[in-house]
């Protein structure tokens, strides 16, 4: 393991070199520097974990050398050494932007201390910044996937609204992808480094909803033994994306129109408003216009959150994307499941564009998944995709299994009495007329089964 490598910076060379000694002997890698335009030069041709600057140097303090240092390496944490103890200078170096500081005479052990915290608050930024740039990375615009027409025009409306104060209504069949959209939307926004929070109106009872979006007091409630921040108050600054919103029940659709006009709330159980800023984005698989006339949505609801409708298209209506959403699946769960899966058979790929996916690009990513859980090959065969369609097939609705099952029943049942209609009505218990009707109905013959 790399030891931590600590710029010193001190124009008193009796206490520089005492500093690198102690430093050194407890085990990090020291570079010393008694002039600050060495120090410059230094720290560009080299990286340091921790910043360690005298106030007072040659030609400039300290805090205007940290400044310049900061624009070089820009995480660099720097702890400043004074011999003027004030609060003011105290403060005047944190604003600035230093770690800490140091009253000069100081403790080495206190030096050490003070290191380590810095050191581990760069790994801790610094892996801040890796997932903040995977996050953006994944949900960047340019990396959804959108071969087809159709799906690029809806990636350019949304790019062009992204950077918008407006609300955003996604509507889209399930499975389409509207949550995806919803995280797009927020990391390309003012908003991304903000809290981007979820929730599913259809998932949670109506006797919750209201306390997961608001909040509660102590006591508001049997259960509420402490205070809680609802997700309005989390995601202050931030964006909240309400899935299925349409579902959301009337009640809580008067308090979501007030949040959204007035920019205010009263958490359960308070006598006390909270004022939050959050852009909303809604999602819904329904026809909030219809819901509207039903009686189902508030009107003046709908005209707050339907500013910039986007619609996504089924999957079955962007075949273009297919193939390179199965190649985005491929490598997600050879790499999750840890297997090297090269590729798929030209025939698997063709029972895959010819499939409906009524469960649009969730369902596709499902058979993906499966077909990669199972293969004992390097690739995808056709018997592995698409196995439960059988199945499904048989998911019969009542009215085409009673068709298939009359229909069935007739043939058999004239097989049996050789085509003869008066003993099959006899077997049957109904009347000629009814089972001529019925041999009708379905394009039943008798004379066929006479033997």
């Known amino acids: 393991m790399a030891k931590t490598k600590i710029l010193v910076i001190d124009d008193d060379k009796n206490l520089l070199d005492l500093i690198h000694l102690r430093l050194e002997a407890s085990g990090y890698n020291v570079v010393a520097a008694d002039h600050e335009n060495v120090a410059k030069e230094i720290a560009s041709q080299d990286v340091f974990d921790v910043a360690v600057i005298d106030l007072q140097l040659v030609k400039q303090d300290g805090l205007s050398l940290m400044e310049e240092l900061h624009l070089i390496h820009p995480d660099l944490p720097v702890i400043i050494l004074t011999a003027h103890g004030s609060i003011e200078s105290a403060v005047e170096a944190m604003k600035r932007g230093a770690f800490t500081y140091l009253t000069k005479p100081f403790d080495s052990r206190e030096l050490i201390l003070q290191i380590e915290r810095a050191r581990e608050r760069r790994l801790l930024t610094g892996e801040i910044n890796r997932l903040k740039e995977l996050l953006e990375e994944r949900f960047d615009f340019a990396n959804i996937i959108a071969k087809s027409e159709r799906m690029r025009q809806v990636l350019d409306q949304v790019a062009r609204v992204a950077d918008t104060e407006s609300n955003v209504a996604i509507y889209g069949a399930s499975g389409t992808g509207k949550e995806l959209i919803a995280k797009a939307i927020h990391i390309s926004s003012q908003r991304k480094d903000f809290p981007f929070l979820a929730i599913n109106c259809a ?249």
């Open 203 to 451: 998932a949670i009872p109506e006797s919750l909803l209201e306390s997961e979006l608001f909040g509660y007091e102590k006591g508001a409630f049997t259960g509420a033994v402490k205070k809680s921040m609802g997700l309005f108050t989390r995601a202050d600054k931030g964006t909240i994306f309400l899935d299925e919103i349409g579902d959301m029940p009337l009640s809580i659709q008067a308090k979501l129109l007030r949040v959204l006009q007035e920019k205010t709330f009263v958490p359960l159980g308070s006598d006390e408003s909270v004022s939050v800023d959050v852009r909303i984005i809604v999602a819904t698989n329904k026809n909030l216009k219809k819901e509207v006339k039903k009686g189902n949505f508030r009107e003046d609801l709908f005209y707050r959150i339907h500013v910039i409708p986007v619609t996504l298209p089924l999957l079955k209506e962007r075949r273009e994307d297919i193939p390179p959403l199965v190649d985005h699946f491929i490598k997600k769960f050879s790499d999750s499941i840890e297997k090297k899966i090269k590729s798929i058979t030209p025939v698997a790929m063709q029972k895959i564009m010819l499939h409906d996916w009524p469960g649009n690009v969730r369902e596709l990513e499902n058979v993906i998944e499966y077909a990669i859980a199972m293969t004992d090959s390097d690739i995808l065969t056709d018997d592995l995709i698409l196995q439960e369609e059988k199945v499904r097939d048989e998911l019969l609705t009542l009215q085409e299994a009673r068709a298939k099952f009359e229909k069935n029943y007739l043939r058999n049942l004239l097989t049996i009495t050789a085509g003869n209609v008066s003993k099959a009505s006899e077997l049957a218990g109904k009347y000629r007329a009814d089972l001529y009707n019925l041999m009708k109905k379905y394009d039943i013959i008798p004379q066929d089964y006479k033997t």
